[in-house]
């Protein structure tokens, strides 16, 4: 017998925050589909996911729970492997960043690249952000000075630091991307690292001295590797690579005939050339193809907490069934593009696609079957209409679509085309009317056939969609009698006989949208207005202190913000705050007030505002800025 082929799947490491909402979620689930088509159709498939654990975010929310930072990941790893659990993915492996095998490698990468020359001991001077562990150049950052990731002030720093040096392999990864056109995809995302490598690539500052909640470097571990260098690490360490077992590194990656990274457009840099030029570095083939897809979007743009309007995939799950979320995902997502996730959107195609199109097509037959046949069906021996010629053709043009998205990852593409075939099959029915050849004692062997016909369909649909909806297209199989099959078996016409199920329940029930969005209106207000208990830790997360107004002006062209110079301890910032209709500039000027220090600053009409006001508010009274009298900027809020 030959060797299996073998396939590769990785997502993304998530960070240990904890907080997996159906935007992320969406990497683990099409990778999920990718690997059970990989599965189907043979193939030897190794499938991993993980965690990224290290570095000072973690290590601050972990202190702010009153946890030790392993403790922390832990919990977060558990929680975590859990919900991929309810998700029905099925992974081969769960690696955690701060796990002895994923550290030992990374540290004898570092060694083996310092080694090697590649990465070197330098000095770092320039601007660092403390929040996002990250150094910038003085023309990456916002005009102000400010980080431009999150838009907190940074600090100059000049301390010792390693270096991996990008600069060598500048050359060789472009000409690698140019001799592998198929390397990064789609295209367009291709362009963008192209473009972004030939403007040049700096040095990589890869090691950090200011905390110490990540993988030390062995031969000096005053330092910590950079979080991205441990993270990207994990695609190999968890194969074995530079570990006494390392036959999955070389039966998956060296001898493997497919490696897949999937990920979003976000990280697109760290995959495309810090990695790729880590393993030139190390001299391992870069034997990845990258994936790279968009983001899930409300209506209203990017989900965030701030807003309330991020979704949980067990929000979705619980009222709708998983197979809904996983298919609504994968079948709005194209490779590359964003998709957006709404409720109405979201029942409408459930409605349609699910409970209409499939779930009826499946209901119908198999009580047709059951009606006209007692349930069974057997392969005819001649053709009887134009249709049922038609109908093949159809499944046989859907299954290539079919096969080619699905092997390219354009599940997207892949779930239309097998739609193709329910919309055509649904079609069928219609115009061969199995109600009228049953009134007709002449036409059982022809009714047999259109029964023949939708069965197999129905067959092949729900082999195709097993990736993606794998739980549904069990049920379906069961109730054409069938057990679960391979893609040997996407043939039209090789089912000799079956006996269908007696009784079908309806895989998706048709959902009440304006109830729906009633119910999910009410929810939202419920949750705007509930706000959640919280520890003492959370309230120890702000920073509440007292501000003396220095200056004050109007916000040109913006009639309810002032913007306002305010002294911190010794600290002066700018803060722009909406109470122009309650106080004019010069009353507020040499006012102690209280407000927040450690809100994320942002850019409001085009000043940075780095803080907030604290107001009292009332129906029918004025808004009044709380103030002290007594106590200075200086003085902290208890
Ligand atoms: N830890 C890094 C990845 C290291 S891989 C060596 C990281 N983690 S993350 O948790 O922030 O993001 C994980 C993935 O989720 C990324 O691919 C990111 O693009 C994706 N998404 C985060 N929000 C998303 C949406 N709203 N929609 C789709 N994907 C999104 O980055």
């Known amino acids: 017998m030959s060797k299996k082929k073998t396939c590769y799947v990785t997502t993304p490491i998530y960070y240990a925050s904890g907080n997996v909402h159906i935007g992320n979620s969406y990497t683990t689930l099409a990778c999920d589909a990718f690997v059970r088509f990989n599965r189907l159709r043979g193939r030897d498939t190794f499938y991993l996911t993980g965690m990224d654990e290290h570095g000072q975010k973690i290590e601050n929310a972990a202190k702010s729970l009153g946890r030790a930072p392993q403790e922390h990941v832990n919990i977060i790893a558990e929680e975590t492997k859990a919900l991929w659990k309810e998700l029905n993915i099925d992974f081969d492996d769960f690696i955690q960043t701060s796990e002895e095998r994923h550290v030992l490698v990374v540290q ?5 690249l310092l080694k090697s020359g590649d990465i070197y001991l330098g000095k770092y001077e320039g601007d660092y ?26 600090t100059k720093v000049q301390e010792e630091c390693y270096f991996l040096n990008l600069k060598k392999y500048q050359q060789k990864l472009l000409d690698y991307i140019r001799e592998n056109p198929d390397f990064i995809q789609p295209e367009t995302r291709k362009n963008e690292v192209v473009s972004f490598v030939e403007r040049g690539l700096e040095d990589l500052a890869i090691s950090r001295t200011t905390f110490k909640w990540g993988v030390p470097v062995l031969s000096n571990p005053r330092h910590v590797v950079y979080v991205w260098i441990d993270a990207l690490s994990n695609y190999i360490s968890a194969l074995g690579y530079l570990a006494e077992d390392d036959s999955k590194f070389k039966k998956y990656w060296l001898e493997g005939d497919e490696v897949v990274h999937v990920i979003g457009k976000d990280i697109l840099r760290f995959h495309a050339v810090y990695w790729p030029i880590m393993l030139l570095a190390l001299g391992v083939p870069i034997r990845f193809k990258l994936y790279v897809h968009g983001w899930v979007l409300m209506k209203e743009g990017k989900m965030s907490k701030s807003k309330g309007n991020v979704i949980y995939p067990r929000d979705v799950i619980n009222r709708y069934g998983l197979d809904s979320l996983r298919y609504y995902l994968l079948r709005e997502m194209p490779l590359g593009n964003d998709c957006i996730f709404s409720y109405d959107k979201f029942i409408e195609k459930y409605n349609v696609d699910l409970a209409n199109d499939l779930g009826n097509l499946v209901s119908r037959t198999i009580s047709m079957i059951n009606k006209y046949f007692k349930g069974v069906v057997i392969r005819p021996k001649k053709t009887y209409f134009s249709e049922d010629e038609d109908l093949r053709k159809v499944a046989e043009a859907s299954i290539a679509a079919y096969l080619e998205a699905f092997e390219n990852f354009r599940l997207q593409n892949g779930i239309i085309a097998v739609w193709n075939l329910v919309n055509r099959s649904n079609k069928y029915i219609d115009e061969t009317t199995p109600w009228l050849l049953f009134k007709d004692e002449t036409k059982r062997e022809a009714l047999n056939s259109v029964m023949y016909h939708l069965f197999e369909s129905i067959r092949l649909i729900a082999l195709m969609i097993a990736p993606v909806i794998p739980d549904s297209a069990e049920i379906i199989f069961k109730e054409l009698g069938l057990d679960r099959e391979d893609f040997s078996a996407l043939k039209f016409g090789i089912t000799a006989e079956s006996k269908v199920a007696e009784k079908v329940k309806p895989l998706f029930q048709r959902l009440d949208l304006e109830a729906e969005m009633k119910y999910h209106e009410a929810k939202n207000e419920e949750e705007l207005q509930t706000k959640p208990e919280i520890t003492i830790e959370d309230f120890n997360k702000l920073d509440l202190r007292i501000g003396e107004i220095l200056a004050a002006e109007k916000v040109k062209a913006a009639t309810k913000l002032l913007l306002l110079k305010v002294k911190i301890d010794e600290e ?14 010069e009353e507020l000027v040499g006012k102690k007030v209280a407000l927040i220090a450690n809100l994320k600053p ?6 940075l505002s780095q803080g907030m006001l604290l107001c009292a508010e ?7 800025i709380l103030e002290v009298f007594k106590n200075d900027s200086k003085s902290r809020i208890l």
Not at 129 to 154: H, I, M, W
Not at 572 to 585: D, K, M
């Open 108 to 112: 004898k990468i570092f060694e083996k």
């Open 129 to 154: 952000c403390v929040y996002d562990e990250a150094f910038f150049t003085k023309t990456q950052l916002n005009s102000d000075g400010t980080c431009p990731d999150c838009g907190r002030p940074t």
């Open 572 to 585: 002066i910032r700018t803060i722009v705050s909406g109470i122009a209709e309650y106080y004019r500039p």
């Open 602 to 607: 942002v850019k409001i009409k085009g000043h």
């Open 618 to 624: 009332g129906e029918g009274k004025p808004l009044e």
